[in-house]
């Protein structure tokens, strides 16, 4: 019972865990029959009863302890609270993550399935958020072997349901370089947005042919649209 107990607890393993407790149960199943039958032939009549009671009961208890476990890897449970806590600060430690808002986990066939939504400044590049990302999967996967899968989803902001949904960044690119446009004359050379709940930031780089006035009434156009907060403007010149 104990060797095979002591690899099911290793592997976190619940069917090696069932096993182990079937052989417990078979020992202490034919130790309780002994007794009864010591016990009848010692002018206790009642003895193999009770031991047929006890075996009962045994078995009872490790069916349930059985079934109890099995439910448990069906509706795919999350870790215990310990894992939990050290999976998300592990993940709040690494550098760059702001906050971390959702952490999921479930656990399948004595593995750890993870899920978590972090968040991280909103201006940085799509390639330092997957570098942050990368890193805090790195941390967790190192300190928990059980651990068969983290996905980190990278925020601007708490996306959580509560939270109002961004903005179209589609049509607010179409709008900046229509109104950008409009106003110079030329098209921006290259265009970048910071997309946020409360407002955008437009950042356009022009060209050279662009004088400081065509510059200031572009930047006064872009302003005039809905959610944009802010515009900055970079000229080669």
């Given at each position: 019972?104990?060797?095979?107990?002591?690899?099911?607890?290793?592997?976190?393993?619940?069917?090696?865990?069932?096993?182990?407790?079937?052989?417990?149960?078979?020992?202490?199943?034919?130790?309780?029959?002994?007794?009864?039958l010591?016990?009848?032939?010692y002018?206790?009549?009642?003895?193999?009863?009770?031991?047929?009671?006890?075996?009962?009961?045994?078995?009872?208890?490790?069916?349930?302890?059985?079934?109890?476990?099995?439910?448990?890897?069906?509706?795919?449970?999350?870790?215990?609270?310990?894992?939990?806590?050290?999976?998300?600060?592990?993940?709040?430690e690494?550098?760059?993550?702001?906050?971390?808002?959702?952490?999921?986990t479930?656990?399948?066939?004595g593995?750890?399935?993870?899920?978590?939504?972090?968040?991280?400044?909103?201006?940085?590049?799509?390639?330092?958020?997957?570098?942050?990302?990368?890193?805090?999967?790195?941390?967790?996967m190192?300190a928990?072997?059980?651990?068969?899968?983290?996905?980190?989803?990278?925020?601007?902001?708490?996306?959580?349901?509560?939270?109002?949904?961004?903005?179209?960044?589609?049509?607010?690119?179409?709008?900046?370089?229509?109104?950008?446009?409009?106003?110079?004359?030329?098209n921006?050379?290259e265009?970048?947005?910071?997309?946020?709940?409360?407002?955008?930031?437009?950042?356009?780089?022009?060209?050279?042919?662009v004088?400081?006035?065509?510059?200031?009434?572009?930047r006064?156009?872009?302003m005039?649209?809905?959610?944009?907060?802010?515009?900055?403007v970079?000229?080669?010149?």
């Amino acid at each position: 019972f104990r060797a095979t107990m002591r690899v099911a607890n290793r592997h976190d393993h619940a069917l090696l865990r069932a096993n182990a407790v079937h052989h417990r149960t078979d020992a202490l199943s034919s130790i309780a029959v002994f007794i009864g039958l010591l016990a009848s032939m010692y002018g206790f009549s009642s003895g193999d009863l009770v031991a047929a009671l006890v075996v009962g009961l045994l078995l009872l208890r490790a069916g349930l302890r059985i079934m109890w476990e099995a439910g448990l890897e069906l509706s795919e449970a999350g870790v215990d609270s310990e894992t939990y806590t050290v999976m998300r600060e592990l993940i709040l430690e690494t550098g760059g993550v702001e906050d971390l808002h959702l952490l999921k986990t479930k656990t399948v066939g004595g593995r750890i399935f993870a899920e978590a939504h972090v968040q991280v400044h909103p201006k940085l590049s799509v390639t330092q958020g997957h570098e942050i990302a990368h890193r805090a999967v790195d941390r967790v996967m190192e300190a928990l072997p059980l651990l068969q899968d983290l996905t980190v989803h990278v925020d601007p902001e708490d996306d959580q349901e509560d939270a109002p949904a961004l903005p179209n960044g589609y049509e607010i690119e179409a709008a900046v370089r229509s109104a950008w446009k409009d106003a110079t004359g030329t098209n921006p050379i290259e265009l970048t947005l910071h997309l946020l709940v409360q407002g955008t930031t437009a950042v356009l780089v022009c060209s050279s042919e662009v004088n400081d006035e065509a510059i200031a009434s572009g930047r006064d156009a872009v302003m005039r649209l809905d959610h944009v907060e802010d515009v900055q403007v970079l000229s080669p010149r």
